[in-house]
Each structure stands twice: as C-alpha cells, then as structure tokens.
C-alpha cells in the first residue's frame, strides 16, 4: 500500500474512473485483481498514481504493452522479468 494519500474509488472523478476503464480493457481478465486500482483497507485506491491519471494511464499502459500476450516469450517468461526487474529496483511489494 502507498504511503501517499491516493483517492478512494468512491471519489474518483470522472477522468480517473475512464483512465481505469480504458487500461481494464488493455490487460487480460486475469489481471483484473489486484492490478487495477479497486478500494483497499483504509478505502483509498490500490495505486499511488490515482492523483495523476494521465501518469497512471501511461505506466500502466507501458506496463500493458510489455506483457502483451502478442510478444514472443510466454506469461511465465514476462512475469520473471518484471519480477528481476523488481528486486533489482528493490520494489519488494
């Protein structure tokens, strides 16, 4: 969970509530949950970007483009990388 304040999908305008429709619909269902921001704990949104929707579309959508099933490597071979990847950045969450 990000430690900044992020906006409860309750109060989410407009913009942000598109953003999140438009990158659903670029992943598979199987990254519905938790990917995508959806009201956690404290009712905030899983996603430190909910403040910049225009930041959280465009990581999101990079992130989107890179594990597109399309490319050559399987699922498996993607999430490794973004897994190293990671750990080398030292995101452990």
Avoid at 35 to 52: E, Q
């Amino acid at each position: 969970m990000a430690w900044i304040r992020t906006v409860p999908y309750a109060q989410a305008d407009e913009k942000l509530r598109e953003v999140i429709k438009k990158l659903r619909a670029m992943y598979p269902p199987e990254y519905d949950d938790p990917v995508f921001p959806r009201a956690n704990d404290d009712g905030g949104v899983s996603g430190a970007h909910s403040l910049i929707p225009g930041a959280l579309y465009h990581a999101m959508a990079t992130f989107a483009s890179l594990m597109s099933p399309q490319l050559p490597l399987e699922r498996e071979q993607h999430e490794m990388i973004a897994t190293v990847v990671s750990a080398i950045n030292r995101c452990y969450y």
